[in-house]
């Protein structure tokens, strides 16, 4: 079985690419430091651990396994910390990610998958975005991986360098067989909080912001099932071995879901209220971003299966019971 190297792959999204990719016949070797990953999570592969600004142990690591591809998803990710210690954003998810394609490019390899996200294009009051929206990101998070993208198109027209790019927006739910989840620490996703509020790990769920310009007030987020996510990447990875070029795709449903309308789901998946209080706005958080985009449905196949908010919360509602991230 060919090998993809999978930065990152003890985390969320990483954890069930390499599930993802395991089934389709492919070997996922994880490449990460742990700092926010968790070891339990590399069930499906090898665990090599390293930085992305080690490059002395990347070409060990791409010496040893000679991958196919490698598909990116290793980096800093919180808008709050970001729009803090932006240096923090800029030196680990560009200087890193820079590493990591010059390493990719010298050991010849050859596609690379890219995990981007919605976050590079900012504040659009009222417009569902697609691809040609213009990029105009609101902190370092989304600004550094902006900037990613531009070093990949750089390395593409240089290197001949192939690679896809996936924008995608809120990621939830979990792997319905429950043997991976959604585990951050310190949390900072809506869905797992939610669920720890209602199920006492927590005292409550503060709701960032209610006075936003929306129907009630707060925020509105398109989410994605992370297994219809994965799906994608392993479509972008065949879409890239069969040679048809580099591409840009959003992934998103195009449903908007307030935080009021999450909590309504949950209360209604779970029969149990969340607690709550109202607290003010996070800088750094658009208003409104949901996805108008059906390029990867029609240029892919894409066809997102589990992402109604119902599955997705009950998805992670069976992670969450399971108690296996408290191990």
Request: negative net charge; glycine residues 10%; proline residues 4%.
């Amino acid at each position: 079985m060919a090998n993809v190297l999978v930065t990152g792959g003890a985390g969320f999204i990483g954890s069930h690419a390499c599930k993802a990719l395991k089934a389709a016949g492919y070997t996922p070797v994880t490449y990460d430091n742990i700092s926010t990953g968790w070891e339990d999570a590399v069930k499906f592969g090898p665990l090599e651990k390293g930085d992305l600004l080690d490059r002395s142990r990347l070409d060990e690591v791409f010496a040893k396994y000679q991958p196919l591809a490698v598909m990116h998803f290793a980096a800093l990710s919180q808008v709050g910390e970001a729009m803090k210690e932006p240096g923090k954003y800029w030196r680990n998810n560009v200087t890193g990610s820079l590493t990591l394609i010059e390493a990719a490019v010298d050991a010849g390899v050859k596609n690379f998958v890219f995990s981007s996200t919605c976050a590079t294009y900012g504040e659009h009051d009222n417009v569902v975005l697609d691809e040609n929206t213009p990029q105009l990101p609101l902190n370092a998070y989304g600004a550094s991986k902006r900037a990613i993208e531009d070093v990949l198109r750089d390395f593409g027209a240089a290197y001949d360098l192939n690679h896809v790019i996936f924008r995608y927006f809120n990621v939830a739910g979990g792997d319905p067989e429950a043997e991976i989840g959604e585990f951050h620490d310190p949390e900072t996703h809506l869905i797992p909080i939610m669920l720890q509020a209602i199920d006492g790990k927590r005292d409550q769920l503060t709701i960032h912001g209610t006075d936003y310009d929306t129907p009630d007030g707060t925020c509105i987020r398109d989410y994605v099932h992370v297994c219809d996510l994965v799906d994608a990447h392993v479509l972008g990875l065949k879409w890239l071995e069969d040679g048809k070029g580099n591409r840009v795709f959003n992934l998103g449903t195009g449903d908007g879901f307030s935080v009021r309308q999450v909590m309504d789901a949950s209360r209604t998946v779970t029969n149990m209220e969340v607690p709550h209080s109202e607290g003010p706005r996070r800088a750094g958080d658009a208003t409104k971003l949901v996805s108008g985009s059906t390029r990867a449905l029609e240029e892919l196949g894409w066809e997102p299966k589990r992402s109604s908010m119902s599955d997705m919360i009950a998805d992670a509602w069976k992670w969450h019971k399971s108690g296996s991230y408290e191990k």
